[in-house]
């Protein structure tokens, strides 16, 4: 096999057809041709046992970091002039690599759903204008950096929804996907977790990360022969005020609890509170309702009990169901034993267990000729991956409660007002169509937002810390206005995803037109 040059991970981080492609619109005169793509996901998350009713957008701070830094470097052009087609020749000529040396980004205009808002399917995120050769080079990576975390967005906001307000921590560095575990942290934050394992990330994000020890420290104690009280004590006079012990290294009831509440007594003699215990194993809704009983018994009813151990939505939301079963029958409130929870939420999270992928796509949907926007759409016999062609705006309206009714796509021109008579057909189906009289709903908001411009991000994403925590805000606005169905953890309520009439009107067209025979 020969070898190649030595690439970067600037503009070349792409699939291989996107260069192909590129090099066809340079050969033809179509690269500085102005575009417009659309970014957008065709389905929720379905994770086999239970199913997500929206996702929460991330990956955008990230990306347009990226964006407003990516080059070609010498490696890139080297390999691309090195690369050979099936005869022998240079698969990439030589004015095709000039032109894509000087490739940068910083002629794209891109617009998009702020990180952290409630989306929906088939409604677009992110859209990508500018020079056609370019809006096609970034394709790959915009999907790359952005479904990912708006995955794990959405597995963290569904365990976060299902915590009865009871903090979530991100633990699941480990199991996540080699340096994609950085972004799947964030993505974690965003979508509600209030800590991280990740130190580097965590550190980097101005939020100190969060842990204590793992089970070998105990088993090093045992082995010099200290035992597990040994260990306890060793941490505890290293970090009395931050002292928070795994207890389920021997046996949780017998040793590990007792241990803890004895170190625990030594703590409080000497001026310290601490902090609490950590649950990794076993049944643990009985193990948290006796363990809260005997902590309470012991005079420390405020510890803390952190559970962990394969947690996601599905699971916590059992677990809380066992403890408000169980915890009466053992004498003991059940929202007390609640309210001192802390729920550490490593593999499921950091994997998005059960649906390990988010099926986002970028669809080119107009041309420019001429000032004027050309439509252009894919054909399909599946209605549901029929493009909605042309420019377009996206809405969010809200009922008279302020619920969140429906998003709709409209035509660049349209303004939805308040009051107005609507009238939305399927986003996919043409045929499905309902009336909104203005009475029914109160106020329109669009979604799609300036985020890049002159190959520089505008907004908070310069200050990854304040981008987080307005991206976490977002995330806690909208989820209070979805309607409950549509937050359910199994089988949710379908939200509305509409197009309104002029939009079909033009889909109708294109159709027709493109299925004319020449």
Known sequence: MTSMPAVGRGVLRTDAYQVTMAQLYFRLGLHERRARFEHFYRSNPDYGEHQAGYCVTAGLGPFLDWASEARATEGDVAALRAHRGRAGDPLFDDAFCDWFADVDFGGLSISAVPEGRVVHPNAPITVVEGSLGEAQLIETPLLNLLNFPTLIATKASRVVDVAHGRPVLEFGMRRGPASGADDGSRAALIGGAVGTSNAAEGYRL????????????????????????GAFEAYADVYPDDCLLLVDTVDTLESGIPNAIAVFEQLRKRGHEPVGVRLDSGDLAYLAVQSAKRLDAAGFPDATIVLSSDLDELRIWQIL???ADEAPRSGID??????RLVFGVGSRLASSHGD???????????????????????LSDNPAKLLNPGPKRLWRLYDAEGTATADVLSTAEEELRPGDDLVLHHHARNDLVRSLPGTRWSRAEELLLPVFSDGRPTGPVDDPYVSVQAARAWRDHDVALLDP????????HVYHVSITDALARLKAEQIERFRRPD
Do not use: C
């Open 334 to 339: 059940a929202d007390g034993v609640v309210g």
């Open 321 to 323: 169901q066992q403890i």
């Open 206 to 229: 101005g939020m100190p990360p969060s842990g204590t020890h793992a089970h070998s420290m105990v088993q090093l104690f045992m082995a010099l022969g200290d035992g597990e009280r």
């Open 356 to 378: 390990p992928s988010l099926d986002g796509v970028y669809k080119l949907v107009a041309v420019d000729d001429d000032g004027d926007w050309l439509p252009a759409m894919k």
């Open 485 to 492: 169905g549509v937050r359910r953890i199994v089988n949710p």
